[in-house]
């Protein structure tokens, strides 16, 4: 099977033996571009503002999905690198199955001001309480260290 053929029996399942080469490339975009800028510049988010019905956006987007608008340049606001965490897990095994020397609690983080959430890795004083609707702020990269990626948030921690 090549990746020319399609598939139509989905109780046939393929398989591929050797190497696949599998090279993607995953631009930011627009907005993402201009949000991870910013960030290596400063110490606070970008986010944009729905001309119509309002909804701040986090991560920035440049249409508005509800009202299917554009989002204008003039409505791009700073919002604080701060949150609220909605849901957490604590991972003890890393991707390979292996048991960590450390787990690492990941969180989705409401960001303040915003309508938005976004992933990232919590540090607490206390690892084993419950994290539900703890405030936190993201710690960056030294400025002068920073990429303008993601990798420029390095965790977020309580507040
Ligand atoms: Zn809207």
């Known amino acids: 099977m090549t990746f020319t053929e399609k598939q139509t029996d989905p109780t046939a399942p393929t398989h591929w033996r050797g190497n696949m ?3 993607y490339l995953y631009p930011n975009g627009v907005a993402g571009d201009k949000f991870f800028k910013h960030l290596k510049n400063n110490d606070n988010f970008l986010a944009t503002v729905c001309p119509d019905c309002e909804k701040i956006f986090f991560p920035p987007r440049l249409y ?4 299917f608008v554009e989002i204008p340049g003039e409505n791009w606001i700073e919002v604080p690198a701060t949150g609220t965490v909605r849901l957490f897990t604590t991972a003890t095994i890393n991707a390979h199955g292996k048991k960590m ?3 690492k609690t990941i969180g989705l983080i409401d960001i303040d001001k915003t309508d938005g959430a976004m992933l990232g890795i919590i540090k607490s004083s206390e690892m084993d309480k419950d994290l539900l609707g703890l405030k936190v702020k993201a710690i960056l990269r030294p400025r002068e260290q920073r990429e303008g990626t993601i990798k420029d948030i390095l965790y977020f921690e309580e507040i």
């Open 21 to 23: 080469q599998a090279d």
């Open 64 to 67: 508005c999905e509800d009202c």
């Open 101 to 103: 020397e450390t787990s």
